[in-house]
């Protein structure tokens, strides 16, 4: 992982921005972007993603829980939850809060950042994006309740883990 010296971002998001960047390369990650994802493929992801939010849905401020909206798109798909053996396995090995706490960094951070993007190309597609979709008050709320998160230099080796995770689950489901 190169860095630069001018860069200001907290320690979590510089050391996990070369497994940010992978799971954004993987064939799921490009068709995600770009609405190409078949229905398959998505119901797969939004399952693991439900699965772990599942998880960690108790511990995280209301404002970044995802669970229900994630509910709401598989519901959508007319399809129920079927998470990847990738997730499984991942939440199987969950057992601190900071695990816990890096998945909210995590997938917190995807919701908020990446999140209107994806919207963008899967919205048009024609796939549910409730899971994506903020007002600007609930990302207001959101942002803030997820900074603290970022500033956690204790996490990076669990936000590392997680986006491993991430990686393996794209690839399951492609």
């Known amino acids: 992982m190169v860095t630069s010296h001018a860069d200001s971002r907290p320690l979590l998001a510089r050391a996990t921005d070369d497994l940010h960047h992978a799971v954004e390369q993987t064939p799921l ?75 909210i960094y995590v997938l917190g951070g995807a919701t908020l950042m990446g999140g209107p993007v994806l919207a963008k190309a899967l919205g048009p597609a024609g796939l549910p994006i409730a899971h994506l979709v903020m007002t ?20 990076c080796g669990h936000a590392r883990q997680c986006f491993r995770a991430l990686i393996d689950v794209a690839y399951e489901c492609w």
């Open 29 to 103: 990650g490009q068709a995600l972007a770009d609405g190409s994802v078949t229905v398959d493929q998505y119901h797969l992801w939004l399952s693991s993603l439900w699965h772990i939010h599942v998880h960690i849905d108790p511990e995280t401020p209301t404002s970044l829980r995802r669970w229900f909206a994630l509910s709401t798109d598989i519901n959508t798909l007319g399809r129920v939850p079927r998470p990847t053996m990738a997730t499984i396995a991942y939440t199987s090995m969950m057992h601190s809060a900071e695990a816990s706490d890096a998945a």
């Open 136 to 155: 600007p008050a609930e990302k207001k709320r959101a942002l803030a309740d997820w900074r603290p998160y970022r500033q956690r230099e204790d996490l």
